[in-house]
Each structure stands twice: as C-alpha cells, then as structure tokens.
C-alpha cells in the first residue's frame, strides 16, 4: 500500500494553527451563542483580552489525557473513565443523559441512545478535531474515531454523523485544501440518508447556483431550522456557508457565526479547519493578538494537568499523533518531508472502516475483556418487562471478528434464561423474571475472563420530557 507523508513541522504546525483556530472562532461565537437571528459582525465584539472558556476544547483536551494515560489503542471503557472523572458536571442536554445512563450502568453506546432527545445536537461534532490531529491524513480512522466517541451521547443521532464529517474533513485537510473534494470526503464516511448530509449539500448547492449569502442562509433556515439552537442539522449548513461564501480568514468566521443559532461551535469548528487548510501563516495577527494563546477551561470542567498553552496542547498532541500513527494507521507516517502518492486521493476517500462502524447495533453495551470486545445486545431498550419473555445477544470480538467461543451465563436470583444458541455470529438466549430490581446484573463469562451487564427494570424507568435535562439523583 502507498504511504502518505506527513513532515514534522507541518505537522506541528497545522495542529497549531487547529487549536488556535479552535480558541479564536470559539471566542467570537461565544457571545452571541442560542440567538438564532442574523448577526452583522465583521470582527470581534466585544474585543476580548483572552480566550473565553468553551466546552468545545475542554472535552478534547480529556480525550487527550485519555490518550496520554491509557495509550493510543482506544476503547469505550477509557471514554466512560474519563468522562465520570473530568467531565461529570458538564449535567445538560445531551451530556446529562449519558451521564444519567453511565450512573444507571449503561456503557456505549446504548447510553448515546436510551431516552436521549439529544442525539441530533451539536454536543458530538464539536469534538471532531482531536482525532484529526491524531489521525492525519486518514480520514476514515478519524471518521471512526469520532463515531466511537459519539456513541456515548450521540449514538445513531445527527449529531454522530456530524462529528464523524468534520473529523474525516480535518484529517484530509492536512493534505488537500480544495473545499469542493474535502466535503466529498466528508460526506463519504456518513450515512446519505443523514440529514447532516442533505444540508451540506444544500449549502454547496447554494453557493454554486450563486445564491447570495443572506439568501442562503435563509433557505438552509427554512428547510433545516430548528426551534433547538444547538441542532446539529441547520448548523452544519451555516459552518459550510461561512466557509464557501467567507473572502478571506475574518469574513469567513463572520459569516459562519452571523448565520446564528450555536455561534461558537459554528465558530470554533471552522476555525480549526482554516488552521489546518493554511497553518499558522494563515491566521491574521489582528485576530490572533486579543485572543492569545492561554487555554481557559470552561469551571465545570474536573482540574488535571490540562495544556495551559495552545502551544503545549499543539506539541503534546503531536506527541500522541505520532504514536497514534505508528500503531493504528496504514496509510500514514511522519517523517522529514512530506511526500504524497498518486493515489492519494483514493487513499482519501477510503471508507470501510466508518461504515462498518455504522452498521454496529447501538442497542448493545461494550466491555473488554482482555483482547475481546464482549457485546450485550438490548434488541431495543435495555429494560426487562416483568413476566414477559426478553431476547437478548451476546457475541465476542477480537478486531472485529466474531468468535464462535462458548459463553456461561449468569443470571439475577430468580430469573430464568435458555440455553444459548449460535445464530450467524452471535449467542441468543431468553431472559425471563417474575419479578427484578431497578438494576440488575447480567454475567458473561468466557474463556479469558468475565463481565456484567446492568438491564433495568421497565418498571422502574421514569420518562425524560424531551428537550430537558435528566435529573441528578
């Protein structure tokens, strides 16, 4: 296979100019954030004289502790740690209901799923540019990485598809700087049936039949408007707007974050992929002087040793990239120089690892077990009805292969369940109960070990009005 190279100080550089870009958008959008009329900035207001805190690069900086401390081969298990440790008082919207479900016992990525009004928000895709800075150059391993990252509080939502867009954008940023090709490859790694893919494309379509920009922007409003500011669906298409439509670095900001509705995820995104498009060459000193170059934590994020610098945040990144590489990526290397193969746009566009990874049952729960992914699946709500038969699966995966091994199970005291049976590539067994607690406890046990999935009582489940919190109990 042909390799792409990537040289160290462009690498470094790009990244660089992704995390300013990150402070500098987030901090022009902040202000204006959930109003959903057109704003006329042309530059910031107010001026500030440092980066505002934003939720949309405090997560990203768990994410590369979560790296640095449990290594660059990534499972759900290291997510669900570090978010309980870090990120437990970030209790809104979609966030409070992975929480809620994480507490209760669900793992990925049924807790992206259960009783979540929030899967088609911004939450997820303002998280995609870690895993394009990390995976450089393969935008179908940033793409699946975002997806594995979604599926804590996004799961099968917009919002999912949304992260794994721009994630695999970003990544082929580092490459290519044509905005027509980058959105092909964007669009590449997620459903066609998506929403998110349909108001991308809307947006590209206006810009080329030469639609004017207000115009635009009221179209993309009438047809993908939400009465929620932070759907994800109307701005992706504001962000594409900004980005197509702006003339120069300042005017795209603009234009991304006049559009309304989640200003500064609108904001920070496109200034992370301008960052990554021209590098630090390319970001105006007038707009990066009253921002600086401090990173803020947003106060309900858990204190660690985040970067306290865009500049240590930038080195500690790459630092992880390069590993990151070395052991997941067979597409890319860093080395001296950057050097590009002819195919290099096929390799681009690759896309068998994201989606297969959205052909995974998000009504199942993932835990390890040494080398095996061991998944419990729901087969809907992870809920058991009292005197009611419930199907449930169970298969075993080593790098995504099923294992045709042998399993016991283990059930709460009472209950009752048949003999498992092979079906295509998965153990299915009936669970039965006269009676079970909130939350009960499920055993699977197999030759390397064994681990516990929690199913709830449907008796004990109290509905969540949409467009609300879960409560803290």
């Known amino acids: 296979m042909s390799k792409i190279k990537l040289a160290r100080s462009e690498y470094y550089d790009k990244v660089l100019a992704c995390w300013l870009g990150k402070n500098i958008g987030g901090t022009l959008g902040t202000p204006y954030e959930g109003q959903k009329f057109v704003h006329c900035l042309n530059y910031f207001d107010p001026v500030p004289e440092k980066p505002l805190p934003n939720d949309d690069l405090d997560f990203q900086l768990v994410w590369l502790k979560m790296l640095e401390d449990r290594g660059v081969k990534v499972e759900f298990s290291h997510f669900v740690e570090h978010w309980l440790k870090y990120l437990s008082n970030h209790w809104y919207a979609e966030y409070s209901v992975c929480l809620y479900n994480l507490l209760r016992g669900l793992r990925p990525p049924i807790s992206g799923t259960f009783q979540n009004y929030w899967v088609d928000e911004m939450g997820a895709p303002i998280r995609s540019e870690i895993w394009a800075c990390v995976a450089p150059g393969d935008p179908q391993l940033a793409a699946t990485l975002a997806w594995m990252d979604s599926c804590l509080d996004h799961a099968g939502g917009e919002g999912q598809y949304g992260e794994m867009f721009w994630a695999a954008v970003e990544s082929a940023a580092f490459f290519i700087k044509d905005p027509d090709t980058l959105i092909q490859i964007g669009l590449s790694m997620i459903p066609t049936s998506s929403n998110i893919y349909r108001v991308i494309k809307e947006a590209v379509l206006c810009y080329k039949n030469g639609m004017k920009w207000d115009a635009a922007r009221e179209h993309i409003v009438t047809l993908f408007g939400h009465h929620q500011p932070c759907n994800a669906i109307p701005n992706h298409g504001f962000i594409i707007l900004g980005w197509l439509y702006g003339k120069d670095y300042g005017d795209k900001l603009c234009k991304a974050v006049n559009c309304g509705y989640d200003t500064d995820c609108t904001g920070a995104t496109l200034g992370s992929l301008l960052g990554i498009l021209y590098g630090t060459a390319g970001i105006p000193e007038e707009w990066l002087k009253p921002v600086g170059r401090e990173i803020i934590l947003v106060p309900l994020t858990g204190q660690f040793n985040h ?82 038969e419930k199907v449930v699966g169970v298969s075993l995966l080593r790098k995504g292969e099923p294992l045709k091994e042998n399993i016991e199970v283990e059930v709460p005291k009472g209950w009752r369940y048949s003999e498992p049976k092979w079906e295509i590539d998965r153990w299915q067994f009936v669970l039965y109960t006269e009676d079970a607690e909130p939350k009960n406890e499920i055993t699977i046990k197999c030759e390397k070990g064994e681990t516990k999935f929690v199913i709830l009582s449907a008796d004990s489940i109290k509905p969540l009005p949409a467009a609300q919190s879960a409560p803290r109990e």
Do not use: W
Not at 341 to 365: T, V, W
Not at 366 to 382: A, L, M, Q, S, T
């Open 307 to 388: 970067p306290k610098t865009v500049d240590e945040l930038a080195e500690r990144t790459v630092k992880v990239g390069e590993k990151f590489l070395a052991e997941n990526s067979q597409s890319v290397e860093i080395a001296e120089q950057t050097q590009t193969p002819p195919d290099l746009l096929s390799l681009l566009f690759r896309n068998d690892k994201p989606m297969r990874a959205l052909c995974f049952d998000i009504h199942s729960a993932v835990e390890k077990v040494e080398d095996i992914d061991v998944v419990f699946y729901y087969n809907g709500e992870p809920t058991i009805m009292k005197g009611i």
